[in-house]
Every structure is written in C-alpha cells, then in structure tokens.
Nanobody
Framework: QLQLVESGGGLVQPGGSLRLSCAAS????????IGWFRQAPGKEREGVSCISSGGSTNYADSVKGRFTISRDNAKNTVYLQMNSLKPEDTAVYHC????????????????????WGQGTQVTVSS
C-alpha cells in the first residue's frame, strides 16, 4: 500500500524552527516530485514548497528565505526545514507525491498530486 506519513509538527514560539518529515512506504520516492501544502482553518489549501525528482526546488513567496525543502532518497524521506516561523504559518501541513515529467520541475498545483499524507499540525504561538 502506497503511503506518505508526515511527522515533526508541534507548537513553537514565533521565530522558532521545526523540521517536518515525509516518509514514504510501499513505493520509492526517487522518481516522484514531492510537494508540501498547508491548510489553515477557514482558508484554502496552498502550496508551500516542492522538490523535483532531480532536486529542483520551488517555494511560495511567503516562505522564501525561511523554509528549505530537501530529499534523502536513501531514507525515502523528504524534509521541510522551517525557520523564523510566524503565527501565519499555523496550519496543517501535508506532503504529497506525483510521478511524471518531474526531473527538472515540480508543480505547485495540488491537483497534480496523486498521493497524500494525513497531515501534521504546526502551531506558531506565544
């Protein structure tokens, strides 16, 4: 069974850091683009960052310079390092995967993604 499992969420003060992990089981991530999306209460889901199968990355303007996405294919895991967190980063964070022409490019559109994790809550509050 193909599965993505997120971990690493929690409660952090403004200015703090968290590292989210997205671990795959039942398939290898090597040929998949991986995206991180988030959804805050009452808001639409938005793309945060993605990484292509070849390692190219994209970031939403709201997180550029603060978040870093990376992948460790040996561990079948993708990470999202989040620094300088702000209250507006509070949301449920989901990782997702899709396979296609993804070596140089990854999509920020959630409809492109085929597999989704259950999400992990990130709360930034003092």
């Amino acid at each position: 069974q193909l599965q993505l499992v997120e971990s690493g969420g929690g409660l952090v003060q403004p200015g703090g850091s968290l590292r989210l992990s997205c671990a795959a089981s039942g398939f290898t991530l090597d040929y998949y683009a991986i995206g991180w999306f988030r959804q805050a209460p009452g808001k639409e889901r938005e793309g945060v960052s993605c990484i292509s199968s070849g390692g190219s990355t994209n970031y939403a303007d709201s997180v550029k310079g603060r978040f870093t996405i990376s992948r460790d294919n040996a561990k079948n895991t993708v990470y999202l390092q989040m620094n300088s967190l702000k209250p507006e980063d509070t949301a449920v964070y989901h990782c997702a995967a899709y396979k296609g022409d993804t070596y140089y490019y990854c999509s920020g559109v959630d409809a492109e993604y085929d597999y989704w994790g259950q999400g992990t809550q990130v709360t930034v509050s003092s």
